[in-house]
């Protein structure tokens, strides 16, 4: 069974920076594209990036919201995909949720809160 | 980037009756060389993180009721619940992914009359 499971969130100060992390297992990680989608609150959901598997290249594109400030990572020997966020903004607040799946997602993880506020 | 739009913005219909969303894409996101149009269709529940429910506009996810289904093409898209169950209630997103970034509808929230 898939499962992908979120760590990392909490609160921070606008300027602050965070690292989310999504431990996957029931699956070939190394052979998934993963991505990150947020949700702020009482809001729809916002593709912010992926990366693609390392035998299709490993390259990451981003949401322009965040294009420079987060960057996607993966350590395929530990089966965890990373989100280091940087320069965080009030508006970056909400649950993070990582997702497997290279079009669509049908993995999603339970989500990691994180909250940017003064 | 592709703006995906969804009407109504909610609904509330009775047990056993049919709930139809629809969704809009600002460009076509029919890929006429394979003929698949590149549409999703999410559930999310309050409190879950989003199920895929239909993809290719049209295919069920496994293990998703029959009753859910998916048609359309190009720029406009439905999703049609027939006989609306108590556990259906939900937000349901489209999003599509025939051009990056991948975009999602604003939602439609399903209630219970």
């Known amino acids: 069974e898939v499962h992908l499971l979120e760590s990392g969130g909490g609160s921070v100060k606008p300027g602050g920076s965070l690292r989310l992390s999504c431990a996957a297992s029931?699956?070939?990680?190394?052979?998934?594209?993963m991505n990150w989608v947020r949700q702020a609150p009482g809001k729809g959901l916002e593709w912010i990036g992926r990366i693609k598997s390392n035998v299709d290249d490993g390259t990451t594109l981003y949401a322009a919201p965040v294009t420079g400030r987060f960057s996607i990572s993966r350590d395929d020997s530990k089966n965890i995909l990373y989100l280091e966020m940087n320069n965080l903004h009030i508006g970056d607040t909400g649950v993070y949720y990582c997702?497997?799946?290279?079009?669509?997602?049908?993995?999603w993880g339970q989500g990691t809160r994180v909250t940017v506020s003064s | 980037d592709i703006v995906m739009t969804q009407s109504p913005g909610s609904l509330a219909v009775s047990l056993g009756e049919r709930a139809t969303i629809t969704c809009r894409s600002s460009q076509n996101i029919l890929l006429t060389s394979k003929n698949k149009n590149f549409l999703s269709w999410y559930q999310q529940k309050p409190g879950q993180s989003p199920k895929l429910l239909i993809y290719w506009a049209s295919i069920r996810e496994v293990g998703v009721p029959d009753r859910f289904s998916g048609s359309g093409s190009g720029t406009d898209f439905t999703l049609t619940i027939n006989s609306l169950q108590p556990e259906d209630v939900a937000v349901y997103y489209c999003q599509q992914y025939y051009d990056n970034p991948p975009t999602f509808g604003p939602g439609t929230k399903v209630d219970v009359k």
């Open positions: 997702a497997a799946g290279v079009s669509t997602w049908p993995s």
């Open positions: 029931g699956f070939k990680f190394a052979d998934a594209w």
